[in-house]
């Protein structure tokens, strides 16, 4: 208890500090260097628990403070205190979700939460299927494997020579985890067409209705459209009626990844950008995003009934034994590609609770209306240029500000946010990040999700990549 007690004491403390503006969000240093900085070395001889309280502070020490109100590198930050107790409780019960046996509250709470979701989509009476993942990855990966299967069902058992040659399409701006997915599935990834977008990074459907009939007259078999609800970089929202439409014209399986764009659902103020989810197949949602549930917290919901049953399933006799006493349904764990499931939902339910769909509401729009206000500050400002939705920006320092000679400015450009990220965590004031896309050099990405983030911590923002750029 005495032990517990200290644990608990440091971890009070660095919640207090995470959300002190005076506080770094990160006492940064080189590999090597944090290498030496302590002994993280494993040894045989165990430790005393003085010495293990000294190795909870240290990692605390290096960690970095998502929860600090001025950390914006990802797009999940932030720490809710109800989400932190949650965690705490799921750890303290320690279960696996795959049975009900062994998990008998949270697999209901899975339950009534992923029909919850599926009703805010728009699926009638909430009905469908569904399952919390190890992140957006794997919600999409699983989508690609139900719509394969749904194709085809024989590939379960007969793998991918029984089937024609696939091919999958997703917008150029798409998550990576497309590709993956398709080359773990076996499918490859020169499978996956890419859709072009437009300068707003929203997938052109009239492109993607080419590219379907382009790969169809070579003998292809077109079987899953990936829509995206919020691109990683822009936040761009494709066009989901128009790609619904295509769909269906061609009888592909839609899938949404919202992911990072999943939970604008729950705001009557910006549910409109994803007019159309509810023609989808699947839709991949992150409450670990936007809604800031602590890590992590993924889910995938599928319209149809049983599809997931009946394509993962292997009734495993030690786990799933089929003469249970109770309704084999709840035991959700075959449905899973994993046996061993973590619980995830009850951080989420236990949120939900504590803030109703409304506190939901009122966090997400208070991010969105924290994008508005930079959006604004910085379109008119001196040295700035902006994209669309995320706020995607550079800056442009006074040295490069002026230069005429454009190849040589945009050379100098690309280096600008890498340097004044380099500092940024050097200092360790906050933190936010930056990236290239097609032609265009390094550029910040600004997201807001973190809902301990404030108008005047967006202007601290602006004023700290002004200071630690003047120079260049
Ligand atoms: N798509 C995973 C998260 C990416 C990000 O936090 O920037």
Request: aromatic letters at 12%; hydrophobic letters at 40%.
């Amino acid at each position: 208890m005495t032990f517990l007690q200290e644990v608990v004491d440091i971890l009070l403390a660095y919640i207090m500090e995470s959300f002190d503006r005076s506080t770094k969000v990160i006492d940064f240093h080189y590999p090597n260097e944090l290498l030496q900085r302590n002994n993280w070395e494993l040894s045989d001889e165990p430790e005393t628990l003085d010495d293990i309280l000294i190795s909870c502070r240290a990692t605390l020490k290096y960690a970095i403070k998502t929860a600090h109100p001025r950390y914006f590198n990802q797009l999940s930050t932030g720490l809710d205190m109800v989400g932190l107790a949650a965690d705490w409780l799921t750890s303290t019960a320690n279960t696996n979700m795959f049975t009900y046996e062994v998990a008998p509250v949270f697999v209901l709470l899975e339950y009534v939460t992923l029909k919850k979701m599926r009703e805010i989509i728009g699926w009638e009476d909430g009905r469908g299927d569904g399952i919390f993942s190890p992140g957006g990855a794997i919600s999409n990966m699983y989508a690609m494997l139900l719509a394969r299967y749904k194709m085809f069902p024989e590939v379960k058992e007969k793998g991918m020579s029984s089937v024609p040659k696939l091919v999958a399409f997703t917008s150029e701006h798409s998550h990576f985890s497309i590709k993956k997915g398709a080359a773990a599935l076996g499918i490859g990834t020169e499978s996956v067409i890419c859709i072009k977008a437009d300068e707003r990074g929203k997938l052109i459907p009239s492109d993607l209705e080419r590219r379907i009939v382009e790969a169809k007259q070579k003998g292809y078999v077109p079987f899953f459209v990936s829509a995206t609800a919020g691109t990683t970089v822009y936040g761009a929202f494709d066009p989901l009626i128009a790609i619904s439409d295509i769909c269906k014209k061609y009888n592909i399986w839609m899938h949404v990844d919202g992911a990072w764009g999943g939970s604008l659902l729950m705001s009557r103020k910006h549910r409109w950008k994803l007019n159309g989810v509810e023609r989808a197949n699947s839709m991949t949602w992150n409450p670990h995003k936007m809604m800031a549930v602590p890590l992590q917290c993924s889910a995938l919901l599928v319209r149809e009934e049983g599809l997931m049953q009946s394509c993962n399933q292997m009734q495993a006799c030690y786990l799933f034994q089929q003469d249970k006493q109770y309704d084999l349904s709840y035991d959700t764990g075959d449905k899973a590609l994993q046996c061993g499931r973590h619980v995830d939902i009850f951080k989420l339910w236990l949120m939900w609770r504590a803030k109703g769909t409304i506190g939901f509401e009122a966090q997400i729009d208070k991010c969105l209306e924290l994008s508005e206000y930079l959006y604004n500050k910085i379109k008119d400002r001196d040295g700035y240029q902006m994209q669309h939705t995320n706020v995607c920006f550079w800056y442009l320092p006074p040295g490069v500000r002026y230069l005429e000679d454009k190849v040589e400015r945009m050379k100098r450009l690309h280096k600008v946010a890498p340097t004044i990220k380099a500092r940024m965590m050097e200092y360790g004031t906050t933190m936010v990040s930056y990236q290239p896309q097609g032609d265009k050099v390094n550029f910040f990405r600004m997201v807001i999700s973190n809902p301990a983030a404030t108008f005047e911590d967006i202007d601290f923002l602006i004023e700290e990549i002004e200071r630690l750029g003047q120079d260049l």
